[in-house]
């Protein structure tokens, strides 16, 4: 069974860091790829940014994101980061990680957490 499960969701102060964490269980993570979305309260779902199973190739899907987030994987720990620097108010939202069978912002996400929430206010 496909299970994955976030954490690393803080208050954090604007400009500030957060790293976030799903780690896998119920398959091996280089089968799929990975991705982030995060959704805020009355808004739709985002995609953040993906990373592929065996090759490690990773997408950005927002602009507003790249420089700021970096996701990166490590299959020996079966779990995939988001790193988030220069945090804004805006990035306020629910993390979750979610297989994908490819990157790309027309793949449907196939199974994702419970999420994991980032609240950026100072």
């Known amino acids: 069974q496909v299970e994955l499960a976030e954490s690393g969701g803080a208050l954090a102060q604007p400009g500030g860091s957060l790293k976030l964490s799903c780690v896998a269980s119920g398959f091996a993570l280089d089968y799929y790829a990975i991705a982030w979305f995060r959704q805020a309260p009355e808004k739709e779902r985002e995609g953040i940014a993906c990373?592929?199973?065996?090759?490690?190739?990773?997408?950005y899907l927002r602009d507003s994101e790249k420089g700021r987030f970096t996701i990166s994987r490590d299959n020996r720990k079966k779990t995939v980061y988001l790193q988030m620097k220069d945090l804004k108010p805006e990035d306020t939202a629910t993390y979750y990680c979610?297989?994908?069978?490819?990157?790309?912002?027309?793949?449907?996400?196939?199974?994702w957490g419970r999420g994991t929430r980032v609240t950026v206010a100072s």
């Open positions: 990373i592929t199973g065996r090759t490690t190739n990773v997408i």
């Open positions: 979610a297989t994908q069978n490819s990157c790309g912002a027309d793949q449907p996400f196939l199974s």
